[in-house]
């Protein structure tokens, strides 16, 4: 009897529970969930760009076998539960604990319409129960037929959204003609767009459709004879009115309705009802130049790679590549993953030590070394292959091998606040410490933070916002907002501009010395002069260059921090040279003006003394007045 009790205490505590939940979300506002398909966006150039083209269309304009093998493949039960089917989920969770990996999932439609609208793709718990969340809000306020046409309208279907693009681009039709074959071929799509839109994977398409074709058998829709025929239909694919477009446009696009969003002069009002024309930044020619460099240089199929592209000089976005397959995966790592960085921290120490005395040609002695700290903590960090010249280097000699040791030392002469402040200055947010690895990049910080910080380098010393969007304008031309360019000097020009020619040792032949320099291997497809530096870790491959044009950022690695060879970081390198050279190929080059407080002296950059005849390494080197050597 007691025990009986306890059961139903506890089934009504969850059921007070479950109604509070239910109840809370009905009393919040109603979510707008027509996403941005009543959006026309517009590129740097002002033509429209948009991949969702306004073709919404009702539920009752959509064939019903396309509805129909939707429902049955996604979701068999979308119109009796709530939002949630927790017999699915207990059985997901019982296979994928059975096999000791994720093999099958529980979500519903609502749960992969809100996940679509309004969150990024990151799987992590609080990702999860603000998706729980939205659906809840979404099942309280929209009746099943208003969310599945939401879904149907706004779903990816291997590059083109909503199901009237798709069944145009597909089969040159309008969706409500979609014949059963058509519909099963469709409505297989959106759990892998990637492996399973049928122009270039009809393989594995038609295995999907087959999948498709047994759900609605199982579930009473259709008899076997009808799949039968449907599947031995064959079909022909146009996939013509995309083409023009780079794939990864969609990267581009989110970033910009999630910036919209955020801009609070736009009122709530006018995001729901649509409309709006929206002017951004998107450089077609930079956007199709960075894709293609990580297309043609990006051989493994489980390494994931992102790039950014921008004007320094005022912050704005011309191109942004998230991953490699939109398809596949549509989380954007250039904004929202962190990383380590690797070496490409190091130039922002070599500013603060220009700023603190030091020189370009300021020695120290670079050979194996363990450092000893009060509290005994032993620090010993390594050079690449564990090589050292054993004697004294200069700061440009250190940059352009990407010396550890002396980067080290750098650090704690220094004193490793320095470091941290001047990456807060260069507007680096990510949380950072005061710790000996700081000057190697141990810390994880975003690529679009490390672009916004070098940024300021690549424009002498202005600190800029990075943005998508240049204007909004609403459906009877008013102008609702406009960005306005903020440009403050954080850095002094004159050590911006030594240490900018400092990263072009990164490739220069006149460093050759007991190592190459770090970017040798790409200098003979330069046209233009760069400053340069890259950065390796356990799990990355990074680069940032950049001139007063433009400057572009690179990643590379696994998703899950999986081991990449350090001799691998060629092939950021080739992504970066080939996405940079593209964009600035037909463009005259800008070059900086050197301050009048600067004085060129022709010296040899390994011993840092001023050039003799004798002297094979020769290079002019960039002092404030009174430091260079005599």
Known sequence: ???????????????????CIYLTAFLFPKLNISRNSNYYLYDINDESYSTNIDNWVSLDEISDNLIIATISIEDKNFYKHNGFDYLRIIKALYNNLKSKDVVEGASTITQQYAKNLYLNFDKTLKRK?????????????????EILEGYLNTINYGGVFGIENASKYYFGKSSKDLTLAEATILAGIPKSPSNYEPINNNENAKKRQLTVLNSMIKNGYINKEEATIAYNTELNYLGSSINDKPNTIMYYQDAVISELKNL????????????????????????????????????????????????PNNGAILAIVGGTDYNKSEYNRALYSKRQVGSTMKPFLYYAALEKGMTATSKFRS??????????????????????????ITMIEALAYSDNVYAIKTHLFLGEEVLVNMANRLGITSELEAIPSLALGSKEISLIEMVKAYATFANTGYSVNPYFIRKVVDS??????????????????????????????????????????????????????YSVKTGTTDSDYLIFGYNQDAIVGIWAGYDDNSYVSPTGGILVKNIWVDAIEGYLKDKEETLYEKPNDVIGVLVNPITGEVATNEDKNKRIVYYTRGTEPK
């Open 1 to 19: 009897m007691k025990k009986l009790k306890v059961f139903f205490i506890l089934v009504g505590t969850f059921l007070s529970i479950y109604l």
């Open 264 to 311: 609070k002069c736009i009122p709530e009002s006018m995001l729901t009802t649509g409309g709006l024309k929206i002017y951004t930044n998107l450089d077609t020619t930079a956007q199709l130049s960075l894709e293609n460099s990580i297309k043609t240089h990006m051989t493994n199929e489980q390494m994931e790679a992102s790039g950014i592209i921008m004007n």
């Open 129 to 145: 129960i603000q998706e729980a969340w939205i659906t809840l809000r979404m099942e309280t306020h929209y009746s099943k037929d």
């Open 367 to 392: 050979e194996k070394t363990s450092f000893v700290f009060s509290n005994d903590e032993v620090y010993s960090p390594q050079n690449f292959a564990d090589r050292y010249p054993n004697k004294d």
């Open 476 to 529: 009877y031309g008013n102008t609702l907002y406009d960005a306005k360019e903020e440009r403050n000097r954080i850095l002094n020009e004159s050590y911006v501009y030594i240490l900018n020619d400092i990263l072009k040792a990164t490739y220069d032949t006149s460093l050759i010395d007991y190592e190459y320099p770090t970017c040798y291997v790409i200098k003979n497809r330069m046209t233009h002069s």
